[in-house]
């Protein structure tokens, strides 16, 4: 597969996870970019070990955490969503998705580490439970019955905040 080929297989994945992670648009896009320039930089490392996605998002994750020491997620902490404006949405159906997603994000951030990462990895990431399983150091099933529990449990709250 071509390099350009899994960029624009990957892409929307790593941005989402970013975006998901940052809640920052410009600062999704920017380590979005930063991910990509790292693994065409770094492609001679890459084994074979594990899938190419599996591959990109480590560096992913690194990035993540390079920025996060760096102190510069401070400046898009408090940014809400950025969404455009969707064209077959009434203004009143757009507001109520968007708080639905802003408020699963919430509960999302909620979650203990672990769960958290399983989450976003799976839903954001695309990732299948042995990618997320090779990428946490855990096995298939622990990512898989991670995200079940996780689940369950943000069902649980969202179903407790439509009713209220």
Not at 3 to 14: A, F, M
Not at 39 to 46: D, E, L, N, P, S
Not at 69 to 74: D, E, L
Request: proline share 1%; charged share 30%; glycine share 6%.
């Amino acid at each position: 597969m071509k390099l350009e080929e899994v960029y624009k297989s990957i892409q929307p994945s790593v941005y989402a996870f970013f975006y998901v992670k940052t809640f920052h648009k410009e600062t999704a896009e920017d380590l979005t970019q930063e991910v990509f320039y790292q693994a065409v930089k770094g492609y001679h490392t890459f084994s074979g070990k594990s899938t190419i996605k599996t591959w990109v998002f480590a560096i992913a994750k690194n990035v993540l955490k390079k920025h996060f020491r760096s102190g510069a997620s401070k400046a898009g902490t408090n940014t809400i969503f950025q969404h455009e404006e969707s064209a077959c949405l009434s203004p009143e159906e757009h507001l109520l998705k968007t708080e639905k997603e802003r408020r699963l994000l919430e509960e999302i951030n909620r979650l203990d580490e672990a769960s958290k990462e399983i989450v976003t990895l799976r839903i954001y990431g695309e990732l299948s439970f042995k990618e997320i399983g090779m990428l946490t150091g855990k096995t298939e099933n622990y990512a898989r019955v991670g995200f079940h529990r996780a689940k369950l449990k943000l069902q649980q709250e969202m179903e407790g905040y439509d009713e209220g």
